[in-house]
């Protein structure tokens, strides 16, 4: 293929790279490749950490589900791309499809009586990213909508929330693996995104725990409980505003509105005797700190 030099500035020559390339190997804005001179020949390299197919192998014979489920999400945000999984206790290896399921990419391409093999069967490209992300939150604050909407008709039926919190560790997850394997431009930014990533994922098993908690107990709430459930509400939407278009004011706001909250559950966790309505004040109060450090991580990027 051929493409055409193009004069930027006095003493500046530059060249377009091919958009099937860009789009295989997920090259974004800022990052950086290698650029090597052979004879006549100028060489275009991707790192060669992020070149080469990572592969790894990992042996559950001795492990817990939930140790080995949280083992094969590790590699898969780490980056591994081919991942043996073995096992002398063939039952072991048929729980896989559970965790390989939540992980956008991930096959099961063959399989025999004592070892499976995964593979990431997609390209990620870096403009996926912002997608991705983009989705988990929406689904986030949807969560939360939906949750005050029913516990202000005292419904007890917050079951759909647990399939909404799949889909953001699904896309959440993604995000990680992006992260690791060929980041987001700025490396300071990326390194407190990773960590608000996990914060928002660790948010959304808190909403479907409180969810399932009122749902099985059926939980009835005094009025400030709820009010002040919709004041997180509130604050998590703002976080999303906040988060695509930085302002200094509203993150004051933010931090005023959240003392407000913090404040109204000490008080109601002091005086109260009602034992299922404290353990869902203390779900609320996580969550609410959760948004807080959310906020403050933000201030870091965007200051």
Not at 40 to 49: E, T
Not at 115 to 127: E, L, Y
Not at 252 to 257: I, R, T, V, Y
């Amino acid at each position: 293929m051929r493409r055409k030099v193009v004069q930027q500035g006095p003493a500046t020559l530059m060249v377009s790279l091919p958009s099937k390339w860009v789009k295989q190997f997920g090259i974004i804005k800022g990052q950086e490749l290698d650029l090597d001179q052979e004879d006549g020949k100028l060489i275009i390299n991707l790192d060669q950490d992020k070149k080469l197919a990572q592969k790894s192998s990992l042996n559950i014979t001795n492990l817990r589900t939930k140790t080995f489920n949280y083992s094969i999400l590790a590699l898969y945000v780490k980056g591994v791309d081919e991942l043996e999984i073995r096992s002398e206790d063939p039952k072991k290896l048929s729980k896989l499809d559970y965790i390989v399921s939540q992980l956008i990419g991930y096959e099961i391409v063959s399989q025999g009586k004592n070892s499976v093999m995964i593979k990431d069967v997609s390209i990620i490209a870096g403009d996926e990213f912002n997608t991705m992300f983009r989705r988990a939150m929406l689904i986030i604050n949807q969560m939360s909508q939906e949750a005050y909407d029913e516990i202000k008709k005292k419904s007890y039926d917050l079951s759909r929330i647990e399939k909404m919190d799949l889909s953001v560790n699904r896309f959440m997850f993604f995000c990680l693996r992006i992260l690791n394997k060929i980041g987001v431009g700025d490396e300071r930014k990326a390194k407190v995104l990773f960590h608000n990533i996990l914060v928002l994922e660790q948010l959304g098993d808190n909403l479907d725990g409180l969810c399932n908690y009122i749902t099985k107990h059926k939980v009835v709430f005094d009025k400030k409980i709820i009010d002040l459930f919709g004041m997180i509400n509130e604050l998590l939407h703002l976080y999303q505003k906040i988060f695509y278009k930085f302002d200094l004011q509203m993150s004051s706001d933010m931090e005023n509105k959240y003392r407000e909250i913090d404040e109204g559950f000490e008080k109601f966790i002091d005086k109260t005797s009602d034992a299922k309505q404290l353990r869902c004040v203390m779900a609320m109060h996580t969550i609410v700190n959760q948004i807080a450090d959310l906020l403050r991580n933000q201030r870091i990027v965007e200051l």
